[in-house]
């Protein structure tokens, strides 16, 4: 029987360096082997490093509906296995359903990888930035400040 206690101590064991392009595919396979699940089970959180990590390197993640998980680690059942926050039951049994089933375990962790790869890398990160300063440097308002500032 999975209990609240043991249910909040499956973690990661150590976190994985995220790397896109593996230079020794067939270490990554065997590591990525070795880890069945992460499970990040936070109420409350912000971007999550640890789901990032797990996701990165593979590792199928279950992670709760609290904070900015949801946006960060996708949908349930595509790049994670989602359960509600604080509700152990549903947490045990969404680790009973991704333990239960090892080809829809690999899709999630394959999926999650991709996802952070594509959302969620430094450069993709810095991309997003600049992106969101040209929009609000764009915005009528701000031009004119600017003008009247002598800037542009």
Same mark, same amino acid.
């Given at each position: %029987?999975?209990?609240?206690?043991?249910?909040?101590?499956?973690?990661?064991?150590?976190?994985? +360096?995220?790397?896109?392009?593996?230079?020794?595919? @067939?270490?990554? +396979?065997?590591?990525?082997? &070795?880890?069945?699940?992460?499970?990040?089970?936070?109420?409350? +959180? !912000?971007?999550?490093?640890?789901?990032? +990590?797990? %996701?990165?390197?593979?590792?199928?993640?279950?992670?709760?509906?609290? !904070?900015?998980?949801?946006?960060?680690?996708?949908?349930?059942?595509?790049?994670?296995? @989602?359960?509600?926050?604080?509700?152990? !039951?549903?947490?045990?049994?969404?680790?009973?359903?991704?333990?239960?089933?090892?080809?829809?375990?690999?899709?999630?962790?394959?999926?999650?990888?991709?996802?952070?790869?594509?959302?969620?890398?430094?450069?993709?990160?810095?991309?997003?930035?600049?992106?969101?300063?040209? &929009?609000?440097?764009? %915005?009528?308002?701000?031009?004119?400040?600017?003008? @009247?500032?002598?800037?542009?």
């Amino acid at each position: %029987m999975l209990t609240h206690r043991y249910a909040f101590r499956i973690a990661l064991d150590q976190p994985r +360096e995220c790397r896109a392009n593996c230079q020794d595919a @067939r270490r990554e +396979e065997r590591a990525k082997q &070795e880890r069945l699940l992460a499970v990040v089970p936070r109420r409350y +959180e !912000g971007f999550s490093l640890r789901a990032i +990590e797990a %996701m990165c390197s593979g590792t199928p993640l279950v992670a709760t509906d609290g !904070g900015a998980l949801p946006e960060v680690t996708g949908t349930d059942g595509e790049t994670v296995f @989602r359960c509600r926050k604080g509700d152990v !039951g549903d947490l045990a049994a969404t680790i009973r359903r991704a333990l239960a089933n090892p080809e829809l375990r690999a899709a999630v962790g394959d999926a999650g990888r991709r996802r952070v790869i594509e959302r969620w890398t430094w450069q993709r990160c810095a991309e997003l930035t600049v992106e969101q300063y040209r &929009e609000v440097l764009a %915005m009528p308002q701000n031009i004119a400040k600017l003008r @009247r500032n002598g800037r542009i």
